[in-house]
């Protein structure tokens, strides 16, 4: 399941897709691409991310196997999916750096 997102971070539509399992994640972006809706307002690049529980896993390139996603043999789509939206990182201005940054729930002792 693919979820699509706008650049306020809502949920504008999902899709169930499929793909080979030897393919590759640029594999899911170009079937998302056949997806997107000029309704939406998602346009250039896409980027993938991996959504386990409501929480972002991890951003894939375009290059990783399918095989590798932790929601490949996963059947509940509900808590695991493939989050698309546009890759607002493609375009940073000079001198500016990405940084990742991780929220920790002290309660739980969950990343």
């Given amino acids: 399941c693919i979820r699509f997102f706008d650049s306020q971070v ?5 899709r169930i ?11 899911v972006m170009n079937e998302a691409t056949q997806h997107l809706q000029a309704a939406w307002g998602i346009s250039g690049p ?4 991996e959504v386990q529980e409501g929480r972002l896993h991890k ?6 196997a399918v095989r590798a996603l932790q929601c ?6 509900f808590y695991n999916c493939l989050r698309v939206e546009a890759d607002p990182d493609v375009s940073m201005p000079e ?17």
């Fill in 10 to 14: 809502r949920e504008v539509g999902s």
């Fill in 17 to 27: 897709i499929t793909v080979p399992s030897n393919g590759t994640v640029q594999d």
């Fill in 72 to 77: 490949f043999s996963r059947s509940n789509i």
């Fill in 46 to 49: 896409l980027r993938v991310l």
């Fill in 95 to 111: 001198g500016h750096t990405l940084l990742e940054i991780y929220h920790c729930d002290r309660q739980s002792q969950q990343a």
């Fill in 59 to 64: 951003n894939y390139r375009p290059d990783v």
